[in-house]
């Protein structure tokens, strides 16, 4: 590989995946995929898709559209879904949804997929989906309020509307999961296979 080409291309706009792989000392570059995720979304719901495999198909998807501009190099893809009591949630478009979205799952638990695909050639060569349950509790309408203003539009950047490394932690009750998957990669897993594909030292 020519020295002037990274190893690996994140196809995702997402800042906290870029932090979280810059801050695990991965060099790469960042290219986002432009695709409708919501038709896709819309046909998989109706073929009575699994929030698992919707999440998967994202990724690999996101991975293919950057990889059919760069031959040769490693695309990682990723994406994350919510379900609650079988509604899928997408991310809030405006305050006003962000409180709806929490409002539904405030003392419910929900399911946080986090899907990881590396494609090289537009050729799927791994993945991992990771899923956590997560429990909000019963916050009050007015701790809601309070919460949304501090954050404000942060609440639109996370399928949840929520960074649980930040004050949205205090909306639950219970996680079970990967911290690192929650927060939007599974990175350990990511990590073990840039490893394998020779993107890190072994």
Request: with cysteine.
């Amino acid at each position: 590989m020519p020295a002037d080409r990274t190893p690996l291309i994140l196809a995702s706009a997402s800042a906290g995946r870029r932090a979280m792989l810059e801050n695990a000392g991965v060099v790469f570059d960042v290219e986002a995929a432009s695709i409708d995720e919501d038709a896709v979304k819309q046909s998989l719901g109706a073929e009575g898709a699994s929030v698992e495999r919707a999440a998967e198909t994202l990724a690999e998807i996101k991975a293919r559209r950057i990889s059919a501009r760069h031959p040769g190099i490693l695309v990682l893809g990723s994406d994350s879904m919510l379900e609650c009591e079988g509604r899928w949630f997408d991310k809030a478009t405006s305050m006003e949804e962000a409180r709806e979205h929490l409002q539904a799952m405030r003392g419910r638990t929900h399911r946080l997929v986090t899907s990881a695909v590396l494609v090289r050639d537009e050729g799927r060569i791994w993945h991992h989906t990771a899923v956590a349950s997560m429990t909000m509790r019963n916050f009050s309408d007015a701790w809601l309020d309070a919460y949304l203003a501090e954050i404000g539009e942060a609440a639109c950047a996370s399928v949840g509307c929520y960074q649980v490394e930040g004050r949205g932690l205090q909306l639950f009750a219970r996680i079970d999961g990967d911290f690192f998957a929650i927060v939007g990669l599974p990175m350990v897993q990511v990590l073990d296979q840039l490893r394998t594909q020779g993107v890190l030292a072994t």
